[in-house]
């Protein structure tokens, strides 16, 4: 009895934990979501008012004179560079998966496999500076210009093409954080496959190719929903290394795929500092509505997972 006891309490700790952050996050942000309102999604302007002045009442709260909170170009930054970074993560986890799973022998599998596991495992920071010091100048003077040069009659394509910090950079990163999430998620549920799946499948004359797209993969949609997903979710909520390659805009909606972005969670990072010298802590609290909103986001992705996951797996069966 004392066991299934303690099974409940562990069980049911880490959702208590995460409604005590949400609790406490809504109840700090609290007078920011009543001071901003529904314009707090649809403005583009961050300003914390004027520092030396006294303090106004605004709207019922007191704030800087000049104070204006909104975060229409971090909600277009966040969104924006993970959406990228998905479009090109997906294929690339995919085919990993699959040639991790189905086209090298299993002694060499597992070996590349670690690294791949590895590559999940490197701190953000360190894709943030391989970034500054590789791929921002790389991208800036080699492939950005031929982008923009091949592709200059589509709009988001064409210059200006910048620093080389922006939007595109910061998904580049983001994919090779995400990938691996994706190709080990895949790759275990390939490899839980029978055998005689895939004896079948080449007794009856179909290639090594065939056997893992045609019959292995499409068994497989609810591992690959539920790791693109994740992937997704990771992607949203990344900070260190989006901060340091993504140009840090602020007040600036991105006009092509080269613009510089801020995101909701580097933002906060980069903007806390500035935040606490507001005396009367709005800007703090602010910041706190945007976890708020970042918190809602995330819950809202692994709802819509858990629901495709749901789907797939009544289709199936």
């Keep these: 009895m004392w066991f299934r006891r303690l099974l409940a309490f562990f069980a049911l700790l880490v959702p208590l934990v995460l409604l005590g952050i949400a609790v406490f996050l809504v109840f700090y942000a609290w007078p920011a979501i009543h001071y901003n ?3 707090f999604l649809w403005r583009d302007t961050w300003n914390i008012g004027n520092q030396y002045a006294n303090p106004v009442q605004r709207h019922g709260e007191t704030v800087m004179p000049g104070a204006q909170f909104g975060i229409l170009f971090l909600v277009a930054g966040t969104l924006g560079s993970a959406l990228i970074a998905l479009l090109f993560a997906f294929p690339l986890g995919l085919g990993a998966a699959l040639f991790l799973s189905e086209a090298v022998p299993h002694r060499f599998g597992h070996f590349v496999s670690f690294f791949v596991e590895l590559l999940a495992g490197i701190p953000s ?3 943030g500076l391989w970034g500054i010091v590789f791929l921002i100048p790389f991208l800036s003077h080699h492939v950005f210009p031929v982008l923009a040069r091949l592709f200059h009659f589509v709009p988001f394509l064409t210059r200006p093409i910048g620093s080389g910090y922006g939007l595109l950079t910061s998904s580049l990163v ?6 691996p ?3 080990a998620t895949l ?7 029978s055998t005689e799946m895939r004896e079948a499948g080449i007794s009856l004359g179909a290639t090594r190719f065939e056997v ?3 019959i292995l993969l499409p068994g497989q949609k609810t591992a690959l929903a539920g790791a693109t997903m994740l992937a997704f979710g990771r992607a949203l909520g990344e ?5 340091m390659v993504s140009g840090n805009a602020l007040n600036y909606l991105p006009h092509n795929i080269y613009s510089p972005i801020s995101t909701m969670a580097a933002f906060i990072v980069a903007q806390l500092d500035s935040a606490l010298a507001d005396p009367t802590g709005m800007a703090v609290r602010s910041l ?6 970042l918190l809602v986001i995330s819950l809202i992705t692994n709802g819509i997972a858990r629901l495709l996951i749901g789907m797939l797996k009544e289709h199936t069966l």
């Design 239 to 243: 900070t260190m290394a989006v901060l």
């Design 288 to 293: 706190a509505e945007i976890a708020v909103l």
């Design 125 to 127: 920071v360190v894709f």
């Design 174 to 179: 983001l994919c090779l954080m995400i990938v």
């Design 181 to 183: 999430f994706i190709t």
């Design 212 to 214: 893992a797209t045609r």
């Design 187 to 193: 790759r275990d549920a390939l490899r839980s496959q």
């Design 37 to 39: 309102g529904l314009d």
